[in-house]
């Protein structure tokens, strides 16, 4: 069996941390989310995953390449100029000869796939879609199906009293390839506003898998972060690949913790960091490797991807750093802040309020104060 996973899209939403990393090569607990995805397929025996490109492609290739090294055959296959969702798989089409899964390459679930395969393939159903409940209907485009799962009809934004489900699509589907001759070629095309309204014209058996299993976006900075939480606090299925040493604290390879510092988990720290003296880390919180974390400092509900450098006296709250930053003296960053790669803040800056910092920026000392 083959997937599709889609990944053309820019991470608008996600800057700075996307202007050099492609959304789903970002790193979710110190693992490239594509790869996360990717071994999870292998888990459930689907070992050929096609992926669909446009931004930043090398990025995808120098990292994946033909998927031998996760014991997988993968297609990495880049798009002229942006197709849309549907549009995308149309360009993949000649690589289809059976029932196949579509990702979107921004949503983190742990859907039962084996469990979607069998509903799919019990009601001979040609598309069918991956459903989970929302709390706000009116905020989503609504899925409406019968008694069997069969898909009635899609409402957009639904005012309050036209209401009649509060399952929404979530963003994985199962379709058969006879199904994309309703796609046009060469075209941008979309699955939501295109391909499936036209299937419920056609009569096309389209069917809404309904569950309740973890999912969410990770394209908006507070649900990176937010995934981040939920998979330390459990509320998400999540291997993680280092040693746990201690309560809910986990170590990937060797690191030096000064004997002073406290660590209270849920906390993930990479190969190679250094943590100083009186340092306090509070999870949920995950850093990354060679990263090198002065005296007295605080931090918590972060995460800090690798080689950043934290000077003495700083807090890092609910925030995000990506790659080789230097943190000076006495900095506060917190409250949703984001700082993207080789960035240098000078001392006693103090950044706020969701304040994003572009790369290779320098900040000059008591540069910026709320």
């Known amino acids: 069996m083959k997937a599709v996973i889609l990944v053309g899209g820019q991470g608008t939403r996600l800057r700075p941390l996307t202007c050099r990393t492609p959304k789903p090569m970002l790193p979710l607990v110190n693992q490239p989310f594509i790869e996360w995805m990717l071994l999870r397929l292998r888990d459930y025996g689907i070992r050929e995953v096609i992926l669909a490109v446009q931004y930043l492609a090398d990025r995808f290739r120098t990292a994946l390449g033909d998927g031998s090294h996760l014991d997988m055959r993968l297609h990495i296959v880049e798009e002229p100029e942006p197709r849309g969702t549907a549009g995308a798989v149309k360009h993949v089409e000649h690589l289809l000869d059976g029932t196949t899964f579509i990702f979107n390459g921004d949503v983190m679930t742990d859907l039962d796939l084996k469990a979607m395969l069998d509903f799919h ?9 991956s459903l989970t409940p929302v709390d706000d209907p009116t905020q989503f485009g609504l ?14 934004k639904p005012r309050l009293e036209d209401i009649t489900t509060n399952f929404v699509n979530a963003g994985t589907y199962l379709i058969e390839p006879e199904i994309f001759r309703y796609v046009p070629p060469n075209q941008f095309y979309m699955f939501e506003r295109g391909l499936f309204p036209v ?7 389209m069917y809404g898998f309904p569950s309740r299993a973890y999912w969410t976006d990770i394209g908006k900075p507070q649900t990176y972060l937010d995934v981040h939480h939920d998979i330390l606090i459990g509320k998400v299925q999540y291997h993680f690949r280092g040693q746990q040493v201690g309560e809910r604290i986990w170590v990937e390879g060797e690191v030096d913790i000064h004997a002073s510092a406290q660590i209270v988990g849920p906390v993930v720290i990479g190969h190679g ?3 100083g003296r009186g340092t306090r880390i509070i999870g949920p919180t995950v850093i990354g490797e060679r990263c090198e974390i002065g005296p007295e400092c605080q931090i918590e509900g972060v995460v800090m991807w690798e080689r950043n450098v934290i000077e003495e006296g700083v807090t890092l709250r609910n925030c995000v750093l990506g790659s080789g930053n230097r943190i000076g003296e006495r900095s506060h960053i917190i409250d949703g802040t984001i700082i993207s790669d080789e960035c240098h803040i000078g001392q006693e800056n103090r950044l706020e309020r969701g304040i994003r ?11 910026i104060s709320f």
């Open 121 to 129: 393939r019990e009601r001979g159903s040609k598309v069918t879609i």
């Open 143 to 156: 899925v409406e199906t019968d008694r069997d799962g069969r898909v009635r009809r899609f409402l957009e």
């Open 199 to 205: 299937v419920l014209q056609t009569g096309d058996p």
């Open 273 to 275: 960091t250094r943590i």
């Open 357 to 367: 910092i572009w790369p290779g920026t320098t900040l000059g000392d008591r540069a």
